[in-house]
């Protein structure tokens, strides 16, 4: 079991029905840090299981987009899905499928840049600037694919281990 969780703010485990969270809330709830994003962070894998399968409500992909500042095109790269499917949803209608689980990616990668830059603004930053290590190419380029993520989350630990080139 890993050591941190991943929640868009302390609502998301509060919008499953009583079947979900039955299976969901089995451990001690533990105090988790608010950040100014208003995202907190998981990585249970039953859990995260179980949010892809019930999906999420589209106002988290809202904030997710206005996090990462995504345009719609960048928006779709990213989620597989176009901005406006989304915005057409009722406000808690969940969206459900691949892009809940690109949206769980991000909420991992914001963690992790987080924690490492410490404010948002300078992790904003980082993502929109060129890299070398991502052949010139800015680390928010990549976020369109699975693989992408899991980059810029690698690249992110590195950092963190005073890894720079």
Do not use: C
């Given at each position: 079991?890993?050591?941190y969780r991943t929640y868009f703010g302390d609502?998301?485990?509060?919008?499953?029905?009583?079947?979900?969270?039955?299976?969901?809330?089995?451990?001690?709830?533990?105090?988790?840090?608010?950040?100014?994003?208003?995202?907190?962070?998981?990585?249970?894998?039953?859990?995260?299981?179980?949010?892809?399968?019930?999906?999420?409500?589209?106002?988290?992909?809202?904030?997710?987009?206005?996090?990462?500042?995504?345009?719609?095109?960048?928006?779709?790269?990213?989620f597989a899905i176009t901005w406006k499917s989304?915005?057409?949803?009722?406000?808690?209608?969940?969206?459900?499928?691949?892009?809940?689980?690109?949206?769980?990616?991000?909420?991992?990668?914001?963690?992790?840049?987080?924690?490492?830059?410490?404010?948002?603004?300078?992790?904003?930053?980082?993502?929109?600037?060129?890299?070398?290590?991502?052949?010139?190419?800015?680390?928010?380029?990549?976020?369109?694919?699975?693989?992408?993520?899991?980059?810029?989350?690698?690249?992110?630990?590195?950092?963190?281990?005073?890894?720079?080139?």
């Open positions: 079991m890993s050591e609502e998301i485990a509060l919008d499953f029905n009583d079947e979900i969270s039955d299976q969901v809330v089995k451990e001690p709830q533990a105090e988790y840090p608010k950040y100014d994003s208003g995202i907190q962070v998981w990585n249970d894998l039953v859990f995260k299981s179980i949010i892809s399968r019930a999906g999420i409500a589209k106002e988290y992909f809202e904030r997710l987009k206005n996090l990462f500042g995504l345009t719609n095109n960048q928006f779709q790269k990213v989304i915005q057409n949803r009722e406000t808690k209608e969940r969206v459900n499928g691949p892009s809940v689980d690109r949206a769980i990616g991000l909420m991992e990668l914001w963690d992790e840049g987080f924690d490492y830059f410490e404010n948002e603004e300078k992790l904003i930053n980082w993502l929109k600037k060129s890299n070398a290590f991502f052949s010139g190419h800015a680390p928010i380029e990549q976020l369109d694919t699975p693989a992408g993520v899991e980059m810029v989350r690698r690249k992110i630990g590195q950092l963190k281990h005073g890894i720079t080139a």
